[in-house]
């Protein structure tokens, strides 16, 4: 497995930006397909971005056009670049790296902060 360590959370006003980084220790990250999920209380886990080994991305369809996901393998980092934010992007942010059901891995998750 690999442990993985969020940064780059925030308060930022609507319309504004921020770039989560999420990076890795252990094992190389090459193999695994990446996710970013986010979290409010209450609420379920959602999917916002995936990026597989071979660079193939997809978003959840409220992010599509403002959040870029991205992957520097040799640097063992993932990044969620989040343009145009909204108020309803507020959450934590957590980063996700799986190969199999028996091998996957969760950051402890950074929390943004977006104000109308």
């Known amino acids: 497995q690999v442990q993985l360590v969020e940064s780059g959370g925030g308060l930022v006003q609507a319309g504004g930006s921020l770039r989560l980084s999420c990076a890795a220790s252990?094992?190389?990250?090459?193999?695994?397909?990446m996710k970013w999920y986010r979290e409010n209380p209450g609420k379920q886990r959602e999917l916002v971005a995936t990026i597989t080994g071979d660079g193939s991305t997809d978003y959840t369809d409220s992010v599509k056009g403002r959040f870029t996901i991205s992957r520097d393998n040799a640097k063992k980092t993932v990044y969620l670049q989040m343009n145009s934010l909204k108020p309803e992007d507020t959450a934590v942010y957590y980063c996700?790296?799986?190969?199999?059901?028996?091998?996957?891995?969760w950051g402890q998750g950074t929390q943004v902060t977006v104000s109308s």
């Open positions: 252990g094992r190389s990250l090459s193999t695994y397909t």
């Open positions: 996700n790296a799986v190969r199999a059901i028996w091998d996957q891995s």
